[in-house]
Each structure stands twice: as C-alpha cells, then as structure tokens.
C-alpha cells in the first residue's frame, strides 16, 4: 500500500471549518499521480506516448469529520486492473495523526489516446509495470462491464 502525507492548508478548508470535498478528490488526484510517477509514468513519459489517465467515478465515503491542524496520510492500492491495463480501479483511505481511517474512496478510470480521443489498452513496457506492482487484497481482473455505473444512459434534459 501506498501512503502520502498531507498538511491541510487554509484553502482545503470549507464554510463548516472542516477539510473540504474538493481537497479530498485533489488530495487522491495527488497521491495516484505520485505512485503513476513511481511507476514511471511521469508527464515527459505520458506526452511521448501520447495516452492520459481519465476518471470514470469516485464514490467517497466519509467516516469522522477532519481539520486543520494535523497531518493526514493517503492511501492508494490497484484494486482491479482488465487485462491489458485499459481499464483500473484504485482505492482510497484517508487516516488521521492517530492512523484512524477517516475516509475511504473506490475510483474507476482508464487510459485514454489523447491523438484519437478513445480509450486504450497499455503497450507491453507500461503493462509491465502494472503487472510488477503489488495489488491491494480482493484485487480483481476489470471488464468492460465493470466500468458501466449506469444500465442504460439517462435521458437528456433538453431533447
């Protein structure tokens, strides 16, 4: 598992006094870009390649409220991959100084061709990658149906 640290900033902070829902999705945006660069997928890698990591969903849950003041640590563990790397799922928890779990995240999310706008599988030297990095406990083989949240699209407002 994977773990970041975090000091909570001023601007991480919402009207309530406590740490904000936009500072928990930038604090995972954070964390996975951080292990993505470990893995060797930095910016110059990413843009010679021409592929980009999208987000599908991020189902937070939340445990205790959290503020200013302390330290709070991320986590991150590959959950689900399919098998060419195409499509990934990536869980979140959120702990305290004390190491209580405040929060935990399940996200889901793929790899996209930024020349064709379409998702895309890995080349075999990123595949490797992925195959070589421990995955977290219950981790599972992702198919296209895994990524639908919806069984059918919903209707347009306007049509």
Not at 13 to 31: E, F, G, K, P, Q
Not at 60 to 68: D, L, M, Q, R, S
Not at 70 to 94: C, T, W, Y
Not at 104 to 118: N, S, V, Y
Request: proline share 3%.
């Amino acid at each position: 598992m994977y773990l970041k640290e975090f000091e909570i900033r001023w601007s991480d902070v919402d009207a309530n006094r406590h740490l904000a829902n936009s500072a928990y999705l930038n604090y995972m945006s954070h964390t996975r870009m951080a292990v993505l660069m470990e893995m060797g997928f930095d910016q110059k890698t990413l843009s010679q390649h021409e592929i980009g990591p999208v987000v599908f969903y991020e189902h937070i849950y939340y445990f205790k409220e959290v503020f200013p003041g302390k330290p709070v640590r991320v986590s991150m563990e590959i959950m689900g991959l399919s098998e060419d790397a195409q499509f990934f799922e990536f869980h979140h928890n959120f702990y305290n100084h004390k190491g209580e779990n405040f929060a935990h995240c399940e996200m889901m999310g793929a790899w996209m061709d930024l020349k064709t706008r379409k998702l895309t599988g890995l080349t075999d030297v990123f595949l490797k990658r992925f195959q070589d990095v421990e995955k977290g406990e219950g981790f599972r083989i992702l198919t296209k149906e895994d990524t639908r949240k919806f069984t059918k699209k919903p209707k347009n407002l306007i049509s």
